[in-house]
């Protein structure tokens, strides 16, 4: 699976929800097919943009609420 998700027919989408419970996150991979079709693939969101997307939404432009 991780050779594929290297493919250039290939992306990653992160959705991101700020909510009262704090960030929510839900990732999907994109796979083009052969054949023109797409498929979407639920996937762990990483650690590393988990942190990332922390920072500029909570720390940078304060849109999180402090626990």
Wanted: aromatic content about 4%; charged content about 15%; overall charge negative.
């Amino acid at each position: 699976m991780t050779n594929v998700l290297h493919s250039k027919h290939a992306y990653g989408v992160t959705y991101v929800t700020v909510s009262d419970a704090g960030l929510e996150f839900e990732s999907e991979a994109a796979l083009h097919l052969d054949d023109g079709g797409l498929m979407t693939l639920k996937v762990p969101t990483l650690h590393s943009e988990r942190l990332a997307v922390h920072d500029l939404l909570c720390l940078q432009n304060g849109l999180c609420q402090a626990a």
